[in-house]
Structures are given as C-alpha cells and as structure tokens.
C-alpha cells in the first residue's frame, strides 16, 4: 500500500471479519476501498492524500457500509474521524 502523510491524509481500516462484500464502499471511494480477491474490502491506498473530496467519500463509505465495517482515522493525529464514537 502506498503511504503519504500530507495534511489532510486519512487511513481507512476495513474489519474484514465484519464486511460482507456488499461493494457500496468501492462504488463511495474508488480510489480508496476495492473487493479483493476475496469478495471482502480491503484499501487500495491506505493513505488518501487528496484532501477534501478524497476524505468525503471516505467518510461517506463509511456511512453506507451495512455493517460497519470501517473505520476513518486521521493519519496525522491517529484519531478517529467517522463513525463518531
Ligand atoms: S460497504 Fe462494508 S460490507 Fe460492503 S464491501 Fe465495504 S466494508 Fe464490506
């Protein structure tokens, strides 16, 4: 995977013993989220360095996911930005 750590740059984490292979989080975050091999998500990038849009559709994707199987985290800072605790 690749890494950067700009700014704005998030990291995704997909529990993989949650996920079910729906692929609403690859169609929300192409550039981020894809089903592997496996049928489950797993991050194309772990890091997103693009900023706002990249992060929205993060956020997004983590929203739609059925059964909350991600997780958003600031890269920077290591907190967690989405699903609120
Ligand atoms: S939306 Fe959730 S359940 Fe569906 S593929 Fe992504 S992580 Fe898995």
């Not at 983590?62 to 605790?85: H, K, M, N, Q, W």
């Amino acid at each position: 995977m690749t890494a950067g750590a700009g700014a704005d740059a998030v990291v995704v984490r997909v529990d993989r013993d949650r996920c079910i292979g729906s692929g609403m989080c690859a169609l929300s975050a192409p550039g981020s989220l894809a089903l592997g091999t496996d049928g489950l998500a797993e991050p194309v990038a772990e890091y997103g360095t693009d900023g706002a849009e990249l992060t929205m559709g993060l956020a997004e994707a983590v929203d739609f996911c059925p059964v909350e199987a991600l997780t958003l985290y600031s890269a920077r800072g290591g907190y967690r930005i989405a699903p609120a605790e």
